[in-house]
């Protein structure tokens, strides 16, 4: 079977590595091509990439020449987008006219009414907006967008408590740097400190995770009628987002009823190339999860859960930059493969 030709849009940064790292290899999809700024285009990626992942450039993109993003220069089916947002405001559509699938890991789109939010393993029936997207909008292509990093992990261990009747949920993240991109926060800023305000990310968390839980009815989402209530802060750790959750249940389930719903949360997808065997695994120590020792687990794309306590208060962890941004979007695209739309 040949492969998916794929692209990656904003190649050179944080998540568009990531990007690479999780196509490396990928039984059906294959790098054709790589896009960032004008001043890199025309290079080879290795010449113009500042690699920050511990690992050689793979071999297999080191050559490739760098190209500006443009649909017209870019032999692909699909585009992964690193993009930042003021950016795939006008770029992500003009892929997306042209007949490309752009898999977005921006924010510009994510509340468009017929633009799928998308966590395979929360939502997938969400994927029917794109054929009103795509009727709507008249493209050939679409775009499919994976939520806020933080709203990601703390989706997936919600959808497993569904069962008992959610009615509130509160958040307090505690970010790593790396969210911020390479150049984000100021060394200064963060050694010996906490940052106890990131722009926007309460905002997205609270409204982003009503869509992904929201009921499609065929021809639009309606939110879920929970509360969620955020705040967030950014610490001094490189990988790996930490959650402390509070969540009011109408059946007041306990939390051994929780840690079972936990361990027995199976979405049927672990056929497809990157989704783990077990997408929550269950810390049972008391000073459990952990960034340095957690946020690999299942390839860094399972989410950690411990110190479940009546309440139900939990902490949950996950890899920021790949379940919550370049490993989100691939494992959507692979769900799009799988429902034909690729």
Same mark, same amino acid.
Request: negative net charge.
């Given at each position: 079977m040949s492969k998916i030709k794929v692209g990656v849009l904003g190649a050179t940064g944080n998540v568009g590595q990531r990007f690479i790292q999780s196509l490396e290899n990928h039984p059906w999809f294959e790098i054709s091509?790589?896009?960032?700024?004008?001043?890199?285009?025309?290079?080879?990626?290795?010449?113009?990439?500042?690699?920050?992942?511990?690992?050689?450039?793979?071999e297999s993109v080191a050559d490739i020449e760098v190209v500006t993003t443009d649909p017209k220069k870019i032999d692909a089916d699909v585009v992964f987008s690193a993009l930042p947002s003021d950016l795939a405001l006008t770029a992500e559509p003009a892929f997306a006219?042209?007949?490309?699938?752009?898999?977005?890991?921006?924010?510009?789109? @994510?509340?468009? /009414?017929?633009? =799928?939010?998308?966590?395979?393993?929360?939502? =997938?029936?969400? +994927?029917?907006?794109i054929d009103i997207?795509?009727?709507?909008?008249?493209?050939?292509?679409?775009i499919i967008t994976n939520p806020n990093c933080s709203a990601i992990m703390m989706?997936?261990? +919600?959808?497993?408590?569904?069962?008992?009747? #959610?009615?509130?949920?509160?958040i307090a993240t505690m970010q790593a740097i790396s969210g911020a991109g390479y150049s984000g926060v100021y060394a200064m800023s963060i050694?010996?400190?906490?940052? =106890?305000?990131?722009?926007?990310?309460?905002?997205?968390?609270? &409204?982003? &995770?009503?869509k992904i839980f929201g009921d499609f009815d065929g021809?639009?989402?309606?939110?879920?009628?929970? /509360?969620?209530?955020?705040?967030?802060?950014?610490?001094?750790?490189?990988?790996g987002h930490t959650e402390a959750i509070w969540a009011t249940m109408k059946s007041? =389930?306990?939390?051994?009823?929780?840690?079972?719903?936990? #361990?027995?949360?199976?979405?049927?997808?672990?056929? #497809?190339? &990157?989704?783990? /065997?077990?997408?929550?695994?269950? @810390?049972?120590?008391?000073? @459990?999860?952990?960034? @340095?020792?957690?946020?690999?687990?299942? /390839?860094g794309m399972s989410v950690s859960v411990g110190r479940i306590r009546e309440g139900i208060r939990y902490v949950a962890l996950g890899h920021n930059t790949v379940r919550g941004a370049a490993g989100a979007s691939v494992l959507n695209v692979e769900l799009l493969k799988e429902k034909g739309y690729l």
């Open positions: 091509a790589l896009a960032a700024s004008e001043r890199s285009a025309g290079k080879p990626y290795a010449e113009v990439a500042d690699w920050k992942l511990g690992m050689e450039i793979p006219r042209e007949g490309f699938v752009v898999a977005s890991n921006a924010s510009a789109f @994510r509340m468009e /009414k017929d633009i =799928p939010l998308s966590i395979p393993e929360v939502n =997938p029936e969400h +994927l029917g907006l997207q795509k009727k709507n909008r008249k493209w050939d292509g679409c989706a997936v261990t +919600l959808k497993p408590l569904l069962q008992f009747g #959610l009615e509130s949920i509160n050694y010996d400190n906490i940052v =106890p305000y990131i722009s926007e990310e309460e905002e997205k968390i609270q &409204t982003e &995770t009503l021809s639009e989402i309606k939110d879920a009628n929970f /509360k969620v209530s955020a705040s967030c802060h950014r610490v001094p750790v490189i990988d007041n =389930p306990t939390p051994e009823e929780v840690r079972e719903a936990f #361990l027995k949360f199976d979405p049927g997808l672990s056929h #497809l190339p &990157t989704e783990p /065997k077990h997408p929550i695994i269950v @810390r049972d120590e008391q000073d @459990r999860p952990q960034p @340095r020792l957690d946020r690999d687990m299942g /390839k």
